[in-house]
């Protein structure tokens, strides 16, 4: 009988992350530090599982190949959120009725990913997880991804009831461009590429250090899109910079 557990050569590791995720939406103002880095960042966390396509330990006469010992699967569900305001240059100018109404608008947004993403090791896996070289104790990696994002979005004035005429800057006011601005939860997907590294912390243990860019191909994410301004060019995005601790299950 062939033993098909001798022949399993994958491993699997479990883990969480956690971190800062700032997003780049059609709140604030493009180019603008604030806006884009500094000014709407909220938290994020989630739970990781890798399937690795070679055992880790260390086996002289069971070496695999270049992808297996290279490239690693990574499963995640996360959650984030962040708080939304306008920067720059137009909310900051209070002596201009668009002014007043930017810097009264505020809005949240909600976040549920799920998908995967590929990862590519310039260390060797097994030389790394086995830690057959003493020395060697970081682990570089590059990653490409795909995921299914639930988003849920909110929208408050300091003026009062956003939907109501002239609260909203003039290309979200929902009483001239009803699609503008919408509060609907809804389903998208997005793309992530990433760069990060790994911290050989014990024999089975790692910590994670990892940033990354997830472009939606949604523009309501945040619950606004004026379509008919021509400034409105690109989708929501963020960058999430976390931290993350990884257990080596086998």
Excluded: C
Aim: proline share 4%; glycine share 10%; no cysteine.
């Amino acid at each position: 009988m062939v033993n098909l557990q001798a022949q399993d050569q994958s491993s699997h590791e479990i883990g969480f992350i956690s971190g800062s995720a700032s997003f780049t939406t059609d709140y604030g103002e493009r180019n603008n530090f604030q806006s884009n880095v500094g000014g709407n960042v909220g938290m994020g966390m989630g739970v990781i599982y890798y399937l690795n396509f070679t055992d880790y330990r260390y086996r002289w006469n069971q070496r695999t190949n270049y992808w297996a010992e290279h490239f690693r699967v990574r499963a995640e569900l996360s959650y984030m959120s962040s708080k939304l305001d306008h920067f720059g240059q137009w909310a900051d100018d209070l002596s201009t009725d668009g002014g007043v109404l930017l810097r009264a608008h505020h809005g949240k947004t909600y976040l549920v990913n799920l998908g995967a993403q590929l990862e590519f090791h310039w260390v060797d896996i097994v030389d790394f997880g086995s830690r057959r070289i003493p020395d060697l104790k970081w682990s570089p990696y590059v990653s490409a991804g795909a995921f299914v994002d639930f988003y849920n979005p909110s929208i408050y004035s300091d003026l009062g009831d956003w939907r109501d005429p002239g609260v909203l800057y003039p290309k979200w006011d929902p009483n001239n461009f009803p699609d503008a601005a919408r509060i609907t939860p809804g389903i998208t997907m997005s793309a992530t590429l990433g760069i990060g590294t790994r911290r050989k912390l014990g024999y089975y243990s790692d910590l994670l250090i990892e940033s990354r860019w997830q472009y939606f191909f949604s523009n309501y994410v945040d619950g606004l899109n004026a379509r008919q301004a021509p400034e409105n060019k690109y989708n929501d995005w963020l960058l999430w910079i976390h931290v993350g601790y990884i257990y080596y299950l086998n």
